[in-house]
C-alpha cells in the first residue's frame, strides 16, 4: 500500500508544473485523495482535495483559480495542475488519502 508523488522542481513566477500520485495496493477508486504542501518553517496545510470519482473538488483560497486537481481512477493516479505559480507556492507537495496514508512527497521550488 502506498503513494509515490513525482513532477516536482524548479519553476519560475508564472509558470506550470503538473505533480502525479501513483497508488498502489489498494482500490483507489473508493477513496477521496487530497494534496497537501509543507513550506519551509512552516505546517503542513491542505491544498485540494477530490472525490472518490472525481466528482466533486475543493481548493484552500490561496489556490484556487490557479490550482487544478483531478484523477484517473483506471492509471490509479491522482494529478495536481499548478498554474501561474507564485514564490510563496515553494514546499514539499504530499498527497493522502484520508490523512491516514501519504506519500514520500515532491518538492516544488518557484524561484527567480
Not at 3 to 31: K, M
Not at 39 to 49: D, I, L, M, N, Y
Not at 62 to 87: C, E, H, P, W
Amino acid at each position: 500500500v502506498q503513494l509515490v508523488e513525482s513532477g516536482g522542481g524548479l519553476v519560475q513566477p508564472g509558470g506550470s508544473l503538473r505533480l502525479s500520485c501513483a497508488a498502489s495496493g489498494f482500490a483507489f477508486s473508493l477513496y477521496e485523495m487530497n494534496w497537501y504542501r509543507q513550506a519551509p518553517g512552516k505546517e503542513r496545510e491542505w491544498v485540494a482535495g477530490i472525490g472518490s470519482a472525481g466528482d466533486w473538488t475543493n481548493y484552500a483560497y490561496s489556490v484556487k483559480g490557479r490550482f487544478t486537481i483531478f484523477r484517473d481512477n483506471a492509471k490509479n493516479t491522482v494529478y495536481l495542475q499548478m498554474n501561474s505559480l507564485k514564490f510563496e507556492d515553494t514546499a514539499v507537495y504530499y498527497c493522502s488519502r484520508a490523512g491516514t496514508l501519504w506519500g514520500q512527497g515532491t518538492q516544488v521550488t518557484v524561484s527567480s
